[in-house]
């Protein structure tokens, strides 16, 4: 099997000659490349270039365009950069600061700057470069996200009281914007988009179905309609809200190192195709290969059949290259059957 | 101790108008600013926090509740300026340079204040000298440094290397938390402890100032 069929595999219920591998990597794969995180953002041959020598040299199943903000740039929105981390949001300059402000966004389909651009270009590079042999993943910003990036983390959790409408104003923004994002990253030969929603898992679980997961479930069946499939990425805890997300009907859910996988199993139902979790700090950064063998082996009889070998989120960017080769000869020593009965 | 019933349930229900009013209202009637907050406002956000351990309150619930609370405060704080009251633990909190995530360090600075401690908060991508300057004007008896990055980490321990260069280290005790945070990463750098959690930081606050 390639690696596309492997992860395919999965996804479908069939079953995988071995465990699929795919880890996120970020600021890592950037390190990995010898280049600032800046860069591998900014310049999607830089980042394409690192998420193939990543993939190689760890044996990972898959190559991604994942990066934060592209939207949220293209929007004007005011971050803070730095050479070589993740920029984040200057919240007090928020781009909606005042809420009336939504009415003056341009209209979505409108918004298709350069760091868009940039992605799409990306995953294209990436279907030219691997072939079928990897899956390629796209990624956009989930509503919460979204929302966190142009309005403000703090603001959002308050307006999800305070003015629910203005928030479903703002996520049906969001979603239309996400759609035809991952639209042009389908066409540019996406197999998988990954909405990386991380605010979710800070609300309850009503907030979540009430306010959030309309939105997630209209964007997942738009996504589906362009034919891609579909990678939730929600970490921090959400063992609140795993049932809900469970009816969403994504092809793959991300699952954080804080819901124990035996309950994220349980939550999620049999079929549902779960990734994770170890965790990504005191696991696979501080751990050895004899801990993570360890804790992988315990982990796939929580996971059961359809389940991916990776952490609950990035690997962080120091970790010893040895940990990442023992995920990877876990998953390639391992299949489905490997779980107990 | 008498508790205002409508403060406590302002707070609890994260009506920040409410418990405005209600402050205004007890205070009018002759109660003690420092009884408002002892026998109302560190209940109530005792129980947010037990709600928030238990998953029945997210950070939603508990950043409304901090937010009452502050309103209320508002009326309180210059009243007890004017009268030299002071709340006994001084705190100076904020996410540390290059960190512009400060959630995490809001939920855990309202808990502080809510339990009745009282919190310089001076926000996110805080530099060390920042904390410093803080620390002489404040006088506090702790100080929370946040990071939510792996890469941000290393911020706190050169934090903590300039707090003992300028020679208030041992005048403070240092309490660090954020998710890539560690008992083990704490120890490294040299801070006093470390919580993985708002309701975790009150309680290490409480040890630490009682062993001081």
Request: glycine fraction near 8%.
């Amino acid at each position: 099997m390639t690696s596309r069929e492997r992860v395919f595999a999965v996804l479908s219920g069939q079953q995988p000659d071995h465990r699929p591998y795919m880890p996120i990597t970020m600021m890592f794969a950037a390190d990995i490349l010898g280049v600032k995180y800046l860069q591998n953002i900014r310049d999607h041959k830089t980042m394409i270039a690192a998420q193939i020598k990543t993939a190689e040299m760890f044996g990972f199943d898959h190559v991604s365009t994942i990066a934060p903000t592209s939207e949220a740039v293209d929007l004007g929105a005011h971050f803070q950069w730095f050479d070589d981390q993740p920029p984040g949001i200057i919240e007090q300059e928020a781009l909606l600061a005042d809420k009336s402000a939504l009415t003056r966004l341009p209209s979505p389909d409108s918004v298709f700057g350069a760091s868009m651009e940039d992605r799409v270009r990306g995953v294209e590079l990436l279907r030219q470069r691997v072939g079928n042999d990897l899956i390629v993943e796209g990624w956009v910003e989930g509503p919460c996200s979204d929302a966190a990036d142009f309005r403000g983390m703090n603001r959002l959790m308050i307006d999800f009281s305070d003015d629910p409408e203005f928030v479903a104003h703002l996520f049906e923004y969001s979603v239309e914007l996400a759609t035809r994002f991952a639209a042009a990253q389908i066409a540019a030969g996406a197999d998988i988009i990954g909405i990386g929603d991380p605010p979710s898992s800070l609300v309850g679980p009503r907030m979540y179905r009430e306010q959030i997961w309309p939105f997630h479930k209209k964007l997942v069946d738009a996504i589906h309609a362009n034919g891609a499939k579909v990678r939730l990425h929600v970490c921090g805890n959400t063992r609140r809200i795993l049932a809900d997300i469970r009816r969403l009907g994504c092809d793959l859910v991300d699952v954080d190192s804080p819901v124990p996988m035996e309950q994220a199993r349980a939550l999620a139902g049999p079929a549902q195709a779960l990734i994770g979790n170890l965790d990504p700090v005191r696991d696979v950064r501080n751990g050895s290969p004899e801990s993570i063998q360890e804790s992988l082996e315990a982990l796939q009889q929580s996971g059961g059949e359809r389940w991916i070998v990776a952490a609950g989120c990035e690997i962080v960017r120091d970790t010893p290259h040895e940990n990442l080769h023992a995920m990877r000869m876990f998953a390639q020593s391992h299949t489905a059957e490997s779980v107990a009965t | 101790m008498i508790r205002s019933e409508g403060l406590y349930d302002a707070i609890l229900n994260g009506d920040a108008k409410k418990a405005h009013a209600v402050t205004e209202a007890a205070l009018a009637a002759g109660a003690a600013p420092m009884d408002l907050i002892t026998g109302s406002m560190v209940p109530a956000m005792d129980e947010v926090g037990r709600l928030f351990e238990t998953e029945e309150y997210f950070v939603p619930e508990l950043l409304l509740a901090g937010r009452a609370m502050k309103s209320a405060m508002e009326l309180l704080r210059p009243l007890m300026a004017m009268s030299g009251e002071k709340l006994a633990i001084r705190i100076v909190i904020g996410t540390v340079k290059g960190d512009m995530h400060d959630i995490g360090k809001n939920l855990v600075a309202s808990m502080l204040e809510g339990s009745g401690f009282e919190v310089f908060d001076l926000g996110a991508d805080v530099a060390p000298d920042k904390f410093v300057a803080a620390v002489e004007e404040h006088k506090p008896q702790v100080v929370c440094l946040s990071a939510l990055l792996t890469v941000t980490m290393p911020a706190m321990k050169r934090t903590i290397d300039v707090l003992q260069a300028a020679g208030l280290r041992s005048q403070i005790k240092v309490l660090i938390g954020g998710a890539p945070v560690t008992g083990q990463y704490a120890k490294e750098i040299g801070a006093d402890g470390y919580s993985d959690s708002a309701s975790g930081a009150v309680s290490l606050v409480r040890q630490v100032v009682a062993e001081a």
